[in-house]
């Protein structure tokens, strides 16, 4: 499988940025989104798990990001909304299939994206 983000940008904080991800390959039950700021280990954003159909998120992202996914298209999308300076990172797509108890573990996951850079300063 390959996935390909895109999307990365600067913006300044309060603002909105979409991210993308291009699947393709075989079909993995969850897809979703990892982050890793400088000197930081890669962070779980969210994830849509088709697997029990449910969308989960970090707490620090809940209520202003939001994942969505086009199957027919092979999309993925991260909207990112009021985005403050610690948001800044770079973002990549993942997929697998996680067990519940490692949703949020990178580990877990078998295929990822390049990474794009979000930057969120004044």
């Known amino acids: 499988v390959q996935l390909q983000a895109s999307g990365g940008g600067l913006v300044q904080p309060g603002g909105s940025l979409r991210l993308s991800c291009a699947a393709s390959?075989?079909?993995?039950?969850?897809y979703g989104w990892f982050r890793q700021a400088p000197g930081k280990e890669r962070e779980f954003v969210g994830v849509?798990?088709?697997?029990?159909?449910?969308?989960y998120y970090a707490t620090s992202v809940k209520g202003r990001f939001t994942i969505s996914r086009d199957k027919a298209k092979n999309m993925l999308y991260l909207q990112m909304n009021s985005l403050k300076p610690e948001d800044t990172g770079v973002y990549y797509c993942a997929a697998g299939d996680p067990i519940l108890s490692s949703i949020s573990t990178y580990e877990a996951y078998r295929a990822w994206g390049q990474g794009t850079l979000v930057t969120v300063s004044s």
């Open positions: 390959g075989r079909t993995f039950r969850a």
């Open positions: 849509d798990n088709s697997g029990n159909n449910r969308i």
